[in-house]
């Protein structure tokens, strides 16, 4: 009997596979004939299947793909979740603004979520960084583990129905503290999936999907290693969707918004619509590659 699923983990050779209509799990194998058109299924892919039994099945169709991150291998994401530290660690714009690049140039929507909100005294940073965002068109959310806030977080778990997460951040941003915060009313077991998404200091590139508020989160170790040298510096000129709105309006086409003439995004930085942190951290990714 044929049937459509979505591949939640693999294993070896085995795809297990989560079907659309009774949303059970079944063990798959792919078709041979993907070995021969070089094609391997990926977690997220979209699938036919023909079950064998009550457990088992045989992927004989995957759809086509409308993203893939490498490295984990990871399809079809709808939204990467961007959790960063505004301070312990001390906020590191650069690194914010590069997942930002990155992501923006795989065209998967960001979501910003600042943790620790509770340890801002002042509202110095908030002027200086974290207000700049959701201005340049960001989704933003601040968020504190340690405060109650329910109607921030009632906010923030809306955005997970029906999608695809992936958790990113660097170490000690709050990632697993979140998670566990999310899942408080879940029926996952919380440290089944705050121990697979802490694995980022072990060298395993699987991954898998989780269901979480009525969508799916992907467990990723290792994304936080990702960078952009295999990358051209035209694409990058336009990962930022902020840049590609104005990069139109540069006097040159192949214009890389450093040290060119007549650049829009060096007018917009002039002009304090764009703030000159961000700009400065694009000139410093670009001058990596």
Known sequence: ??????????????????????????????????????INPVVGDYVQFEKQDDKQGIIYQIAPRKNELYRPRIAN????????????????SYLLNKYLAFIEYKEIKPVIVFTKKDLITTD?????????????????????NKIDDKATWQQFEQIFQNKISVFTGQTGSGKSSTLNTLLQDEVIKTQEISKALGRGKHTTTTSALYELLDGMIADTPGFSTFDLRDYQKASLARAYNLFAQYANECKFRTCLHLHEPHCKIKALVQDKVIPLFFYNDYVRIMQEQ
């Open 1 to 38: 009997m044929h049937q459509t699923g979505m591949i939640v983990q693999i294993i070896s050779e085995f795809c297990y596979v989560k079907n659309n209509k009774d949303h059970q799990i079944y063990v798959c194998k792919a078709k041979g004939i993907f070995r021969h058109q070089e």
């Open 77 to 92: 994401v709808d939204q990467v979740i961007i959790i960063t530290a505004m301070v312990e660690p001390t906020f590191n």
């Open 124 to 144: 110095e940073l908030y002027q200086k960084y974290f207000n700049w965002y959701s201005q340049l068109g960001y989704e933003v959310y601040f968020i504190s």
